[in-house]
């Protein structure tokens, strides 16, 4: 039996694209992206569940908190694309977190750190307590915003280097809970 249970949670889905640039949809990085974390994380006996599998869903943050919830999972992991109203002018990843004290903050900041080792820059953890997959969820969460996708710096990173990234993602969750 696994030790571990954690919700690894794409962002969007279906018809909510989430951010968009040049053709590119937020949707579609972090569905892969969650996928590939989650093929490592069970490398370790670790029971994954997703929030959705497919691009044919999109349930609401209430019912991603809900099964989460349900699920009773040690963590959440929301994975998203950050975004900025011009082009090209911010760069790098951040966590957001319900607060920057206690396990989640801890599991934001090594999944940073790991994420500045790839090449992207360190944003920071920052709190976020009005998002609803960080405060209605009963175990420590964290929403990860993985560069921006407008931003063709952090595109090309995020495609040249996809499997180091998620590599990153998941040795920092490893390295939460299992110090």
């Known amino acids: 039996m696994a030790a571990y249970t954690i919700v690894l949670d794409p962002g969007h889905g279906a018809t909510n694209p989430g951010a968009v640039y040049n053709g590119r949809q937020e949707k579609d990085d972090v569905l892969s992206l969650a996928f590939a974390v989650g093929d490592i994380l069970k490398n370790y006996n670790i029971n994954v569940l997703y929030t959705r599998w ?10 991603r908190a809900r099964d989460a919830n349900w699920a009773d999972a040690d963590y959440f992991i929301s994975f998203h694309r950050n975004s900025s109203p011009v082009p090209n002018t911010y760069s790098g990843v951040e966590s957001l977190v319900y607060s920057s004290y206690g396990p989640a903050a801890v599991l934001a900041d090594n999944i940073n750190q790991q994420l500045e080792q790839v090449g992207f820059r360190n944003l920071g953890v920052n709190e976020r307590p009005n998002l609803v997959v960080l405060n209605s969820t009963d175990m420590p ?3 990860l915003e ?12 995020f495609d040249e280097r996809f499997y180091d990234i998620a590599q990153a993602i998941a040795d920092g969750i490893l390295m939460t809970i299992y110090p």
């Open 141 to 143: 969460s964290v929403l």
């Open 54 to 63: 497919d691009d044919e869903s999109n349930p609401s943050v209430y019912q």
């Open 146 to 157: 993985i560069g921006f996708i407008n931003t063709d710096a952090d595109n090309a990173l």
